[in-house]
């Protein structure tokens, strides 16, 4: 707990951070100057390597895989795991060229609307209530609010910001460039249920591990702490929850948006548990999603960190 709470406390070293930034951009300016193909080879490159040399999360990838997919060969989970570590660094390299190429004229040749999208379009056109979305730590989870800005569908994302300020107002600024808005996590209750209430659309990454308050469901067949600030939402503003995702298609800067499931207030209102059953749900959802293209998940987060009480922790998480 003291541990915990010196390093809440620690003051961030400001000439490092400006540092860390300032090489972001030169980053960015040399990933611009050499095209979007070359530099996602680099970024796999560079996936390759923190595989090679990163250990703690090596590990932790291999044995989440292993614990997920008990019957998949050593050599598969490894392969996954180091295309996981890849996926992460070119998920850099994109969100430097988004609002490059994604634009409102140009995004069909970098997207493709792929099953039950236009049942979420559809949603947001009704304008009726509002909409919670979902999606999970998959693919490219920045690209899917900038792409719905970029069709005239601005949505409210909320995010925890990134420990080095000029780093995170970077970042954010790409997801707002067309519209969309982030809202700090820490203080997004009271926003979030003023926009449900005037009909609008929030989002969530909806796969983080919620600690000893969270509710546990099944993911992967393990039991996984998830918020139930999402399922409490929808309950009490009567709005359906869409999980949605997009996938990389190959190692192109190209991808395929979809959704993989829509819960309907209809849905759980006959259940005898239903913020349990809107929770489980949309956890299968992205189960089911990750499971066609296991090698796009962020496997090194610590998604089962919190376990249920009298269960150890697990070794690689």
């Known amino acids: 707990m003291a541990a915990d709470k010196i390093r809440k406390d620690k003051t961030r070293n400001d000439l490092l951070d400006r540092l860390v930034y300032l090489a972001l951009r030169v980053v960015a300016m040399g990933a611009h100057s050499y095209g979007i193909g070359v530099s996602m080879a680099l970024g796999r ?27 998949m060969p050593n050599r598969t989970v490894r392969r996954l795991a180091k295309r996981s570590m890849e996926a992460l660094c070119m998920l850099g390299v ?21 099953e039950g999208f236009r049942d979420v379009l559809r949603l947001l056109l009704q304008g009726d209530r509002g ?72 989002a969530f990454v909806a796969d983080q591990n919620a600690g000893k308050k969270g509710i546990f469901v099944d993911f992967f067949g393990r039991k996984a702490s998830a918020y139930k ?16 995702y997009a996938r990389r298609l190959g190692d192109r800067f190209r991808f395929e948006c979809a959704c993989q499931d829509i819960i309907y207030p209809a849905d759980w209102k ?4 239903p913020l349990r059953y809107i929770t489980q749900r949309y956890t299968k959802a992205i189960e089911d999603f990750v499971a066609k293209d296991p ?22 998480d």
């Open 45 to 71: 490159a560079v996936g390759n390597i923190m595989y090679a040399v990163d250990k703690k999360h090596r590990d932790r990838a291999i044995g989440n895989l292993k614990r997920s997919f008990p019957a």
């Open 94 to 114: 994109e969100v430097m060229f988004t609002t490059r190429l994604i634009r409102v004229d140009t995004f069909m040749r970098y997207v493709d609307l792929g």
């Open 229 to 244: 600030s999402i399922g409490l939402l929808a309950m009490e503003y009567d709005v359906p929850v869409v999980i949605g």
């Open 270 to 273: 006959s259940q005898p548990d």
């Open 131 to 202: 909409l919670i979305l979902l999606t999970g730590h998959y693919g490219n989870w920045e690209i899917l609010g900038y792409v719905l800005a970029t069709l005239g569908f601005p949505t409210t994302s909320v995010a925890r910001p990134l420990d080095n300020p000029y780093v995170s107002d970077y970042v954010f600024g790409v997801r707002e460039r067309t519209g969309q808005r982030i809202i700090h996590k820490k203080r997004a209750t009271m926003e979030v249920t003023d926009l449900l209430e005037s009909k609008q659309a929030v």
């Open 295 to 316: 090698g796009q998940y962020l496997w090194v987060h610590r998604r089962w960190k919190t376990r249920p009480k009298g269960e150890a922790p697990e070794r690689f």
